[in-house]
């Protein structure tokens, strides 16, 4: 499996995240959904990452720097084919070895708070995240979970 910065221009990562924004708007409320479309992850302060394997999508993530030391974790996704193979594992590995690289003191995240969210919250737990308060321009939201990592 390659994990690297990918740009959001191939057919396959605009299908994954066309599929995820649906997910997303089919699991959450419109207002809290907090999931970004192919535009606003183009923005110059987030960085979007993917993983292949012999060329074929497996998944996909972006860190986004919010200042002063902190960032967040964005539209993490895993293609269904590979769900299970420890994809999302490795984009966090990958990602959380790049915060340190650039100096980050906190990595934090938006998940929803629904069963469908479960998995996602058990990984980011068993890599050290922690509850916490919403961060950034995040308001309480019944919807949402924020968890926080010190690096």
Not at 54 to 66: D, M
Not at 76 to 94: D, E, F, H, I, K
Not at 135 to 148: A, K, R
Request: hydrophobic residues 45%; charged residues 20%.
């Amino acid at each position: 499996m390659q994990v690297g910065i990918e740009t959001l221009d191939a057919e396959d990562v605009i299908a994954l995240l066309e599929a995820h924004m649906a997910d997303m708007y089919a699991t959450s409320p419109p207002e809290s959904v907090h999931a970004l479309d192919v535009t606003a992850l183009k923005a110059p302060e987030i960085t979007f990452f993917s993983a292949r394997r012999n060329g074929e999508l497996l998944g996909f993530a972006a860190i986004k720097t919010l200042g002063e030391g902190q960032a967040e974790l964005k539209s993490m996704r895993t293609a269904p084919s590979a769900r299970n193979q420890g994809v999302a594992a490795a984009l966090l590995t990958y990602i959380l070895e790049l915060a340190r690289s650039r100096g980050y003191q906190t990595v934090s995240l938006e998940t929803g708070s629904m069963a469908f969210f479960e998995p996602a919250r058990r990984l980011y737990a068993k890599f050290g995240f922690k509850p916490c308060e919403p961060f950034g321009s995040y308001t309480l939201d019944p919807n949402s979970c924020f968890m926080t990592l010190r690096l």
